[in-house]
């Protein structure tokens, strides 16, 4: 199984609202990857988890909050997000960076999520 | 992190070799060079990887002059659904910046 799945594909949600997204892989990797793409923009990091802690938090507001309850399960919690937060967000999963070497990255197909 | 420089769009013919240069003046000494390929609404799917000379898969080449100071992704007789947008990404571990990618459009 090389894949990594994302729920929902879609996400209406407002002000207001509490959200998560989820993600998930079978692959046994233990770094993943959180992602925030917007429209004919490159993908930008947001968050790296490596062995289920978190390693890189690329300075994002605390209204994203990221958890990895096991090494297969990412979450991202939403609350109180803004308009401008509408994107594609995107998961990715690889083994870990080891110094002098990159691991390819799987991705998911991401979350469109709109913030009204 | 090393910063890369790529064309912003290309345009190519059906059946033609298409050749993207990626430039990273500043590549350092533990630096791999990575290209990713992304389709609309999708998330990026991994190309080819290399560190020096040329490296070799089959859907791609990767071509690294000694220096290292640029890297170029050679497309072979591409087709219609090559059109994507590609990435050139330099660096080691977990943290990986996108550069701007180039678009690249084939023509029937």
């Known amino acids: 199984d090389t894949e990594v799945t994302q729920t929902p594909k879609h996400l209406v949600m407002g002000m207001t609202n509490k959200k998560s997204l989820k993600c998930e892989q079978h692959?046994?990797?233990?770094?993943m990857y959180w992602y925030k793409q917007k429209a004919k923009k490159p993908p930008e990091l947001m968050f790296v988890y490596s062995y289920e802690k978190l390693s890189i938090n690329e300075s994002v507001p605390s209204r994203f909050s990221p958890e990895c309850p096991n090494s297969s399960l990412l979450n991202l919690h939403l609350h109180a997000l803004q308009p401008e937060d509408s994107a594609l967000y995107l998961c990715?999963?690889?083994?870990?960076?080891?110094?002098?070497?990159?691991?390819?990255?799987?991705f998911g197909p991401g979350t469109r999520l709109t913030v009204l | 992190l090393a910063k890369t420089t790529q064309p912003i769009s290309m345009d190519s013919y059906e059946g033609q070799e298409v050749n993207i240069t990626c430039s990273h003046n500043?590549?350092?000494?533990?630096?791999?060079i990575t290209w990713y390929q992304q389709f609309p609404s999708q998330g990026p799917r991994f190309i080819i990887q290399g560190y020096k000379t040329k490296v070799t898969n089959e859907v791609a080449s990767l071509f690294i002059p000694a220096d290292r100071k640029s890297s170029t992704l050679s497309l072979p007789r591409v087709s219609l659904s090559d059109t994507a947008v590609y990435y050139c990404l330099v660096g080691e571990d977990d943290k990986i910046i996108f550069g701007k990618g180039t678009r690249l459009h084939i023509l029937p």
């Open positions: 500043n590549i350092a000494t533990n630096d791999y």
């Open positions: 692959m046994g990797h233990r770094a």
């Open positions: 990715a999963s690889s083994h870990p960076g080891l110094a002098g070497a990159y691991n390819e990255q799987f």
